[in-house]
């Protein structure tokens, strides 16, 4: 009897990995891919309770869902977040309600600076998976020129630096060809064999999207997403979700984030997670 306890508690911790109280959370989720996708990421990344409400707050799977495709969004729901290329880091816009900042007129890219470097660890789970700090005005120069990036990092997972740049007006073509000329010195003269091609951020208050495609050539890596210091509106998300589904031809009203899979509807916790978390 006892060795059918055994199989049967193995059993349910490996489809329900994680704890009652994350579960409960989860239970607030109607959206089942949606729900899905918290519960690998809780699971994969050791998220606790506090962590898993903040990236519900923030609607994560909504901010990832936008920059992806049909079968990117439903790959989503069955893998977590997967990180195999630069554009799988990219969120637009990335939220910094944690910086506790009010939305002001005017505050200085310092204050935005040194308001990440005080909150790192919030910064890092907010930018995702496999990030590691590695410097904050990071000195270029050449000759009697000298350049600051404001924040450099590392991705174990891409192997590859991301350089973060902060600008707190509207995003100018000069700010751009300035992040393509610090992309370009990392990949010269820092990045060794084995490591990918530099990534680079702009967070900005305001962008353009016309100017950044024709200011950027087509193989750019280099990415501009908006910030925000409050958590979005989900259902503005959902609107935007909805509306880059049906830009892309997908089927009408686009991939709808509320559809449920099969298998999906039985009563109890196991109808409500399916499998549990882990790779599909």
């Known amino acids: 009897m006892s060795q059918?306890?055994?199989?049967?508690?193995?059993?349910?911790?490996?489809?329900?990995?994680?704890?009652?109280?994350?579960?409960?959370?989860?239970?607030?989720?109607?959206?089942?891919e949606?729900?899905?996708?918290?519960?690998?990421?809780?699971?994969?990344?050791?998220?606790?309770?506090?962590?898993l409400k903040r990236q519900l707050g923030s609607s994560l799977y909504q901010r990832l869902a936008l920059s992806r495709d049909k079968q990117?969004?439903?790959?989503?729901?069955?893998?977590?977040?997967?990180?195999?290329?630069?554009?799988?880091?990219?969120?637009?816009?990335?939220?910094?309600?944690?910086?506790?900042?009010?939305?002001?007129?005017?505050?200085?890219?310092?204050d935005l600076e040194t308001a990440?470097?005080?909150?790192?660890?919030q910064f890092l789970l907010e930018l995702g998976k496999g990030f590691l700090f590695e410097s904050r005005q990071k000195r270029l120069s050449f000759d009697d020129s000298h350049f600051f990036v404001d924040l450099v990092f590392y991705n174990r997972l891409l192997r590859c630096y991301v350089l973060i740049d902060l600008k707190t007006e509207k995003l100018t073509h000069q700010d751009l060809g300035q992040?393509?000329?610090?992309?370009?010195?990392?990949?010269?003269?820092?990045?060794?064999?084995?490591?990918?091609?530099?990534?680079?951020?702009?967070?900005?208050?305001?962008?353009?999207?016309?100017?950044?495609?024709?200011?950027?050539?087509?193989?750019?890596?280099?990415?501009?997403?908006?910030?925000?210091?409050?958590?979005?509106?989900?259902?503005?998300?959902?609107?935007?979700?909805?509306?880059?589904?049906?830009?892309i031809g997908g089927r009408e009203g686009g991939v709808c984030l509320r559809d449920q899979a099969p298998g999906e509807g039985s009563a109890g916790i196991r109808g409500a997670f399916g499998r549990g978390g882990g790779r599909a």
């Open 179 to 247: 992040m393509q000329m610090y992309v370009n010195y990392f990949d010269r003269y820092v990045k060794i064999d084995g490591e990918l091609p530099t990534v680079g951020i702009l967070l900005c208050d305001d962008k353009n999207d016309a100017v950044v495609e024709l200011t950027l050539p087509e193989d750019a890596n280099i990415y501009a997403s908006k910030y925000q210091l409050y958590l979005p509106s989900k259902e503005e998300l959902a609107d935007q979700v909805a509306r880059v589904r049906r830009e």
């Open 4 to 32: 059918v306890l055994r199989a049967a508690s193995a059993t349910l911790i490996q489809r329900l990995p994680l704890g009652w109280s994350h579960y409960v959370t989860l239970l607030s989720v109607s959206d089942p």
């Open 72 to 110: 990117e969004v439903r790959r989503l729901a069955r893998e977590g977040q997967v990180v195999e290329k630069a554009s799988d880091l990219i969120k637009d816009p990335v939220v910094l309600e944690f910086l506790g900042l009010e939305e002001a007129p005017v505050y200085s890219e310092s």
């Open 34 to 51: 949606a729900r899905r996708f918290y519960e690998i990421e809780a699971a994969e990344n050791g998220w606790s309770v506090r962590e």
């Open 116 to 121: 990440i470097i005080d909150r790192l660890q």
